[in-house]
């Protein structure tokens, strides 16, 4: 990984690692993080199981709720194949650039546990210190930690790319995509030894084809992608309506099953979605500006204490003094709610907190490099001599 040169400002390392945006792209990001934030505003409680009293099947609102959730899925898609779009053609991966995002995520931790004491919440010393990295021990925010190893990873999956020619390269990620994205999923996650990092893997391949086989400049036009994208949401939402057909005849709960980002649906959505902006190319400050913030919104709304306790204890108590009668306007309350705090907590953090943090981040950074290297040259020569 690239290093921090200490000769150089921290103003003008910033500078020197930001690329050109199209404001079309970043568009897409903020879109995707809205819909992320909005699938997270619905107790889960209410999708997932009858822990809170709700009935299932043909439930009008649970249909509708359980259609908004596959936002989320479908976002995570969209902020992946994205990513991906532009790591396929990067030679090497930044270690400043996973260092400041260990930082982002411990100051929110802090940030998150000083908020969660205020208002009334007492955790363990073990819970605590889990919160305050993440990335390694909370499920909630998986989509980070995976990004950040597929970051690291990626400049060796270039290499794969790289290596093969077209052909190839597309049937790696056609047999990806039949293994996990077809069978494992159909299958109800059973098989081929499947994690979030194969699935992350699996869309890397995936977009790198569509992109470097120019399928994209042959069959991903505006109306085309436009015409995909209806297409296959009509196609989930009928998945939905039967799923809920059935939980209410067998009383099976089979929904849950399909929300997943390896959803084959799901990816030529996101695929779709990168096709539409595609066509079109633009600079613009604020859309950037706050496109800039997405993973921190995530990060700051999606921890596990945010997401599984405060949301889960909102609902609690909409359900105790109001019922769920108009679950629907509730969570979009609750999303008003989540949605203001990331950004402002974002905003905030980007504009006086990460340059410290950033700081801080880089310098440890560089510390362990060093040691990382020299372990590495005393492996290397003893396998070398």
């Given at each position: 990984m690239g290093g921090y040169n200490k000769k150089i400002t921290y103003k003008q390392f910033r500078n020197k690692n930001e690329i050109a945006r199209n404001s079309s792209i970043e568009l897409l990001k903020i879109i995707a993080i809205i819909f992320v934030v909005l699938s997270h505003s619905i107790p889960a409680d209410a999708i997932y199981s009858s822990a809170i009293n709700i009935n299932y099947g043909l439930n009008f609102q649970i249909f509708v709720l359980q259609n908004i959730v596959n936002l989320g899925q479908i976002a995570n898609c969209i902020f992946l194949v994205c990513s991906a779009w532009f790591l396929v053609d990067s030679k090497k991966a930044k270690g400043e650039k996973v260092a400041t995002l260990f930082g982002d995520v411990f100051f929110e931790g802090i940030v998150t546990m000083i908020i969660a004491y205020i208002v009334g919440y007492r955790f363990s010393i073990k819970y605590t210190i889990k919160q305050l990295i993440p990335v390694i021990y909370d499920d909630a925010i998986?989509?980070?930690?995976?990004?950040?190893?597929?970051?690291?990873?990626?400049?060796?999956?270039?290499?794969?790319?790289?290596?093969?020619?077209?052909?190839?390269?597309?049937?790696?990620?056609?047999?990806?995509?039949?293994?996990?994205?077809?069978?494992?999923?159909?299958?109800?996650?059973?098989?081929?030894?499947?994690?979030?990092?194969?699935?992350?893997?699996?869309?890397?391949?995936?977009?790198?084809?569509?992109?470097?086989?120019?399928?994209?400049?042959?069959?991903?036009?505006?109306?085309?992608?436009?015409?995909?994208?209806?297409?296959?949401?009509?196609?989930?939402?009928?998945?939905?309506?039967?799923?809920?057909?059935?939980?209410?005849?067998?009383?099976?709960?089979?929904?849950?099953?399909?929300?997943?980002?390896?959803?084959?649906?799901?990816?030529?959505?996101?695929?779709?979605?990168?096709?539409?902006?595609?066509?079109?190319?633009?600079?613009?400050?604020?859309?950037?500006?706050?496109?800039?913030?997405?993973?921190?919104?995530?990060?700051?709304?999606?921890?596990?204490?945010?997401?599984?306790?405060?949301?889960?204890?909102?609902?609690?108590?909409?359900?105790?003094?109001?019922?769920?009668?108009?679950?629907?306007?509730?969570?979009?309350?609750?999303?008003?709610?989540?949605?203001?705090?990331?950004?402002?907590?974002?905003?905030?953090?980007?504009g006086v907190f990460k340059k410290y943090m950033d700081k801080i981040s880089i310098e440890i950074y560089r510390k362990i490099n060093i040691i990382w290297n020299k372990i590495i040259n005393i492996i290397n020569s003893k396998a070398t001599s």
């Open positions: 998986w989509f980070v930690s995976c990004y950040i190893l597929l970051y690291i990873v990626h400049p060796f999956l270039n290499i794969i790319i790289d290596k093969l020619d077209n052909r190839k390269l597309c049937s790696l990620a056609a047999c990806l995509f039949v293994m996990y994205c077809c069978i494992f999923f159909v299958l109800n996650n059973a098989g081929f030894y499947y994690s979030n990092i194969i699935g992350f893997i699996t869309i890397y391949f995936i977009t790198a084809y569509v992109k470097r086989s120019g399928l994209y400049k042959k069959f991903m036009n505006k109306k085309s992608s436009i015409i995909l994208i209806i297409l296959c949401l009509l196609f989930q939402i009928a998945i939905n309506l039967l799923s809920s057909y059935i939980t209410a005849k067998t009383g099976k709960m089979l929904y849950y099953r399909w929300n997943a980002f390896i959803n084959p649906l799901f990816i030529l959505i996101a695929l779709g979605s990168i096709g539409i902006t595609l066509n079109k190319n633009y600079n613009n400050k604020i859309i950037n500006y706050f496109s800039s913030l997405s993973l921190l919104i995530f990060i700051y709304h999606c921890n596990a204490t945010m997401r599984n306790k405060m949301r889960f204890d909102f609902f609690q108590y909409i359900l105790k003094n109001y019922s769920y009668t108009n679950l629907i306007s509730w969570c979009f309350v609750f999303f008003i709610i989540i949605l203001s705090y990331a950004v402002i907590a974002s905003i905030i953090y980007k």
